[in-house]
T-cell receptor, first 114, second 112 residues
Framework: GESVGLHLPTLSVQEGDNSIINCAYS??????FIWYKQESGKGPQFIID?????DKRQGQRVTVLLNKTVKHLSLQIAATQPGDSAVYFC?????????????FGAGTRLFVKA | ETGVTQSPTHLIKTRGQQVTLRCSSQ?????VSWYQQALGQGPQFIFQ???????GRGNFPPRFSGLQFPNYSSELNVNALELDDSALYLC???????????FGQGTRLTVV
C-alpha cells in the first residue's frame, strides 16, 4: 500500500553541523510534501513544504529536496542548534475533488549534542 | 501559538463509550483534518473536512465520524470506544488543500 517512510529512526549531530533527514514515499501521484517538527507534548509544527513541480525549496536554515525519479524527500538543516532537537516527520498529500489525504512517516528523532 | 485550539486536553473514557473532541480552526481557514497519533508513531490521517463536507478519509472504521460547522470549527466523534483508540488526537487547519497546515496541541484520549 501507500506509505511514507524514513531511512533513519534517530540522528545525532554536533551543534553547528548540518543535518540531513531522509524520507522515501511510494505514491507517485502525490502533489504536495511537507516537513514537520514535533517537540514533546506539542502538535507538529510546519517547517517547510514543496510541491511536486519543484525539486528544491529553501527556507531559513532549512532546505527541502524532492527527487521524484526515486521518490525521495530530504530535509537539510544548516548549523544545527540545540533547539532543533525534536522528532521530524515527512508527509505527503494527494487527491482531487474525489478526496484528499495526507500520509505521515514514522518520524526521525534528531539529537543535537552541545 | 498556531491559533488552533483543541478541547479537552486530556480525557479518560471507558471501553464502549462514545467521545466527542473539538477543534477551533485558525481564523480564515476552511479546511480541517483530524489525525490519530499513537505513542512513538507518526500521525495517522482520519479524515478531512472542507467547507462543511468530508472530502477525504483514511483507513478508519465508520465509528469515527466528524462534523464541520459554518464557522469551520470541527468535531471528531468516536463511538464504541476500544482500548486501541487510546492516542493523541490532533486537528490541523489550513486554507484549502495542499497548503500550510497548523496543528493544535492535541487531545490525549485514554480508554480504560
Amino acid at each position: 500500500g501507500e506509505s511514507v517512510g524514513l531511512h533513519l529512526p534517530t540522528l545525532s549531530v554536533q551543534e553547528g553541523d548540518n543535518s540531513i533527514i531522509n524520507c522515501a514515499y511510494s505514491n507517485s501521484a502525490s502533489d504536495y510534501f511537507i516537513w514537520y517538527k514535533q517537540e514533546s507534548g506539542k502538535g507538529p509544527q510546519f517547517i517547510i513544504d514543496i510541491r511536486s513541480n519543484m525539486d528544491k525549496r529553501q527556507g531559513q536554515r532549512v532546505t527541502v529536496l524532492l527527487n521524484k525519479t526515486v521518490k525521495h524527500l530530504s530535509l537539510q538543516i544548516a548549523a544545527t542548534q540545540p533547539g532543533d532537537s525534536a522528532v521530524y516527520f515527512c508527509a505527503e498529500s494527494s487527491g482531487n475533488t474525489g478526496g484528499f489525504k495526507t500520509i505521515f512517516g514514522a518520524g526521525t528523532r534528531l539529537f543535537v549534542k552541545a | 501559538e498556531t491559533g488552533v485550539t483543541q478541547s479537552p486536553t486530556h480525557l479518560i473514557k471507558t471501553r464502549g463509550q462514545q467521545v466527542t473532541l473539538r477543534c477551533s480552526s485558525q481564523s480564515g481557514h476552511n479546511t480541517v483534518s483530524w489525525y490519530q497519533q499513537a505513542l512513538g508513531q507518526g500521525p495517522q490521517f482520519i479524515f478531512q473536512y472542507y467547507r462543511e463536507e468530508e472530502n477525504g478519509r483514511g483507513n478508519f472504521p465508520p465509528r469515527f465520524s466528524g462534523l464541520q460547522f459554518p464557522n469551520y470549527s470541527s468535531e471528531l466523534n468516536v463511538n464504541a470506544l476500544e482500548l486501541d483508540d487510546s492516542a493523541l488526537y490532533l486537528c490541523a487547519s489550513s486554507l484549502g488543500h495542499f497548503s500550510r497546515a497548523f496543528f493544535g496541541q492535541g487531545t490525549r484520549l485514554t480508554v480504560v
